[in-house]
Nanobody
C-alpha cells in the first residue's frame, strides 16, 4: 500500500515564505514524476509545479520565479519552496506522484490528503 503524506502548510503574510514537503511511503518500486497541485475555493484543481525522476521541472506561469520544486529520490520526498507569497496563492495544496508499486506491472497515480496554505495579513 502506497501513501503520500504532506506537511508544511499554514498561515503566512503576503511576501512571506513556506516550504511544503511530501513523503511517499509503502511498497514502492520506483517513482516517476512528482508534483504539486492546488485548489482554491470555487476553482478547479491546477498544476503548480512538477519534477521528473531526472530533475526536469515544469511550473505554472503564475508561480515562475517565486516557487521552486525539488526532490530527494533517496527519501521519496518532494518539496515546494514558496517565496514572495500572494493572497491569490491561498489554496489547498495537493501532492501527486506517479508510482510503480512492488508487484504491479504498471504505475498508478497517487494523491496526498492536501495541506492548507493561507496568505493573508
Amino acid at each position: 500500500q502506497v501513501q503520500l503524506v504532506e506537511s508544511g502548510g499554514g498561515l503566512v503574510q503576503p511576501g512571506g515564505s513556506l516550504r511544503l514537503s511530501c513523503a511517499a511511503s509503502g511498497s514502492i518500486f520506483s517513482i516517476n514524476a512528482m508534483g504539486w497541485y492546488r485548489q482554491a475555493p470555487g476553482k478547479e484543481r491546477e498544476l503548480v509545479a512538477a519534477i521528473t525522476s531526472g530533475g526536469r521541472t515544469n511550473y505554472a506561469d503564475s508561480v515562475k520565479g517565486r516557487f521552486t520544486i525539488s526532490r530527494d529520490n533517496a527519501k521519496n520526498t518532494v518539496y515546494l519552496q514558496m517565496n514572495s507569497l500572494k493572497p491569490e496563492d491561498t489554496a489547498v495544496y495537493y501532492c501527486n506522484a506517479d508510482i510503480y508499486p512492488y508487484g504491479l506491472g504498471y504505475a498508478n497515480d497517487y494523491w496526498g490528503q492536501g495541506t492548507q496554505v493561507t496568505v493573508s495579513s
